[in-house]
């Protein structure tokens, strides 16, 4: 029977998403057949998704339909209730729930917000239906505003009439805990229910979470953006009203707060927009402009001519009014807020203990290694070994949403390079959650280390002719000064890619660190993330036409990548026919790099020529190649030309929705990496942790 778990809520806004997103990241290391599913969701209004289903559909990209992700509607329910079929509600909720289970290993399932004629209904209809799928209950609580003893009474009040009921309880969470109580909570509830084995778990507050986006607050007010369309991504943490005069008012700020003023109160809008700008004051998340006055013409002129202004929006109410409406204003988890999911699964991760809600969870069987576990491997690894990686492309939206990752997890230490003003500038335009005060900024032109890097490079490429000016002019390029400090060891290793050419890249790493010395080139691999294994492609961006020899190194040094990150190798040269079946120049070409591989590392399994079919399908392998011990189970692919291999990944990372984790280079001396210049911000992350990896060991 599949696994399941219900999350039972005790009361509203407990912060479920957090807890769904946390566990399903779980077991998705685990298994990618995992289905999400909701007894009872309201009806819909403009046709708009029930927002936990969107949310958990659209971020893991669950292999089931929106119509399998529930059970009814509210509609339904009343219309059921009326005649007296709870039977039938029951009956029609578990149909839905067997058809998904059929696809799936395990089903996270969310208690129904359902709320009949009174709270004992709803208490019981979710009682009813966790029981009747037979799902064990995770108790989720919240403890925002309230005591130790507030949060300890509601929980023992729930969990008391669950046992009643004879539900089967796995957990106890409580979200939204004030810093100050964890402590106590935490020991409160393990007196209380410690002779249960209960997995507890008190996750605090975190403000960021609950912040709406500038965005948010616009579309729930009505507003209209004047200004800083650029930067709704803003956080909002509170709200000030400045109906005093701008030098109280600027007293009052604090980080991320909205200032809510008199569309008329041209004093307080510039004096907001300099606090913002001043370094003696908090960054702003943007300003609010009320009553129906419109802005005087002097004041839109002045804000017109800013390079990237707050967010500055209006509504056509008075200030008082707005601000009670602004009490009203919330923030919902959104599939395309990665930086909220990242922050809900990374607190999730760091207050839950993983183990014990393993271990509590009936065991899933396990098929092979699931991407989401090698993602997570992968920086398991790069923590226990922590590393110095370079970044030239600091200016780069995308790459420094990539390092508030990896630094609020403590991934990698992080060094920068560019002018700390525009990356300050990126930071704000795109409100990104880092703290430019802690970042590792170099800016190579002012870099103290500029003179000495200069006479290391001149000695490295004189042979080639440069001069100590031709070297000091090249150290302006980024790419050039990032693989300086890999070279002279003021940094471990260098991703770089994301705005600059593979050239750009690769040519000062080929110049400086060269390749190890038992290889002569410089090669790729992509690993390819597949729904439950993790394949190896290679070479599919660097050489073009590799000879026997070249192809039989991008073999050997391929098969060692593989096993630097736990894939056992079983390397398949392919080609156009498999064993003895065809001849040609082509054939002949790989039939001699398997020769030679398996001569210099008789210690690998090489196999080739083999097609890439004879390669993954075991049933194909009996008839083709049956005394193969890499026919139908390879893992690494060694293609014959830079045509095939790259046409390849690219069509099966379109067709199978693999993940494709690459180029990753190979051979060198020390590690750098090169991005897409199409990269998204978790392209950046696993190729940041895979070059600190392979840092440790070089």
């Excluded at 709704?232 to 005069?245: E, H, K, R, T």
């Amino acid at each position: 029977m599949t696994n399941s778990i219900y999350i039972s809520t005790i009361e509203p806004r407990t912060g479920k998403s957090l807890i769904a997103l946390g566990i399903i990241e779980l077991i998705l290391r685990k298994t990618t057949k995992v289905g999400f599913f909701r007894p009872i969701i309201q009806d819909p209004i403009d046709n708009k998704p029930d927002k936990h289903i969107d949310l958990i559909l659209s971020y893991f990209k669950l292999p089931q339909t929106y119509d399998d992700a529930f059970g009814l509607y509210y509609s339904e329910v009343n219309h059921l209730m009326g005649e007296e079929k709870l039977d039938k509600i029951l009956d029609k909720i578990i149909t839905k729930y067997k058809k998904l289970e059929k696809k799936c290993d395990f089903i996270v399932c969310e208690n129904s917000d359902y709320v009949g004629e009174n709270s004992t209904f709803a208490f019981d209809i979710n009682v009813a239906i966790a029981k009747t799928l037979g799902c064990s209950l995770l108790i989720l609580g919240n403890g925002h505003q309230k005591s130790v003893e507030e949060i300890s009474l509601s929980v023992k009040i729930v969990a008391d009439s669950y046992r009643e009921k004879h539900c089967n309880i796995l957990g106890i969470i409580v979200n939204k805990v004030p810093h100050s109580d964890l402590k106590n909570l935490a020991k409160s509830l393990r007196e209380t229910y410690g002779k249960n084995n209960y997995l507890f778990s008190v996750i605090p507050y975190d403000k960021r979470l609950d912040s709406p986006r500038m965005r948010e607050v616009a579309e729930q007010l009505k507003a209209k953006v004047l200004y800083g369309e650029k930067r709704l991504n803003n956080l909002v943490f509170d709200y000030l009203i400045a109906a005093m005069q701008m030098q109280h008012a600027i007293t009052q700020l604090h980080d991320n707060d909205l200032v809510v003023t008199p569309s008329d109160r041209g004093d307080v809008i510039i004096g907001a927009l300099q606090a913002h700008q001043s370094t003696n004051y908090p960054n702003l998340a943007g300003i609010l402009l009320t009553t129906e006055c419109h802005l005087e013409s002097s004041i839109a002129q002045l804000i017109a001519g800013l390079s990237n202004p707050l967010p500055i929006v209006w509504v056509d109410t008075y200030t008082y009014p707005t601000a009670s409406s602004l009490q009203t204003i919330y923030s919902s988890l959104k599939p395309r807020d990665i930086e909220k999911i990242n922050w809900s699964i990374e607190l999730f991760d760091k207050s839950v203990n993983l183990s014990i809600l393993e271990n509590l969870i009936n065991k899933i069987k396990v098929k092979g290694i699931t991407p989401k576990m090698f993602t997570y491997n992968l920086i398991q690894n790069a923590k226990a070994n922590k590393r110095h990686i370079v970044l030239p492309e600091g200016k780069d939206h995308r790459i420094l949403k990539a390092v508030a990752t990896l630094t609020s997890q403590d991934i990698v230490d992080v060094t920068l390079l560019g002018e700390r003003n525009r990356i300050e500038e990126t930071i704000q335009s795109h409100g990104i959650q880092l703290d430019i005060n802690r970042l590792n900024i170099i800016n190579p032109m002012k870099s103290p280390k500029l003179d000495d890097y200069t006479q290391t490079l001149y000695e490295v490429r004189k042979h080639k002719g440069i001069t100590l000016e031709n070297a000091k002019d090249m150290l302006m390029d980024v790419s050039y000064f990032g693989t300086m400090m890999v070279y002279l060891g003021d940094a471990d290793g260098m991703v770089s890619g994301a705005i600059h050419t593979t050239g750009n890249t690769i040519r000062p790493a080929l110049q400086m660190i060269k390749t190890q010395p038992k290889y002569k080139l410089v090669s790729s691999v992509f690993f390819m993330c597949l729904d439950d294994k993790i394949l190896v492609y290679g070479d599919c961006a660097i050489n073009a036409n590799p000879t026997a020899e070249q192809l039989a190194e991008i073999a050997i040094i391929s098969a060692e990548t593989a096993q630097t990150f736990g894939i056992f190798p079983r390397v398949a040269l392919l080609s156009y026919s498999s064993g003895n079946s065809g001849i040609g120049e082509d054939v002949e070409r790989v039939k001699k790099a398997t020769i030679l591989a398996k001569k210099s590392r008789p210690d690998l399994l090489f196999e080739g020529p083999i097609q890439y079919d004879a390669a993954v399908d075991r049933t194909v392998a009996a008839q083709k190649m049956p005394d193969s011990k890499v026919a139908g189970e390879a893992t690494v692919f060694v293609f014959p030309d830079l045509n095939t291999g790259n046409n390849t990944y690219k069509a099966v990372q379109r067709e199978t929705g693999a993940i494709a984790i690459g180029p990753i280079l190979q051979g060198l001396k020390k590690p750098v990496n090169d991005l897409s210049r199409g990269c998204t911000v978790e392209d950046i992350i696993n190729t940041v942790v895979i070059t600190a990896i392979q840092a440790g060991y070089n």
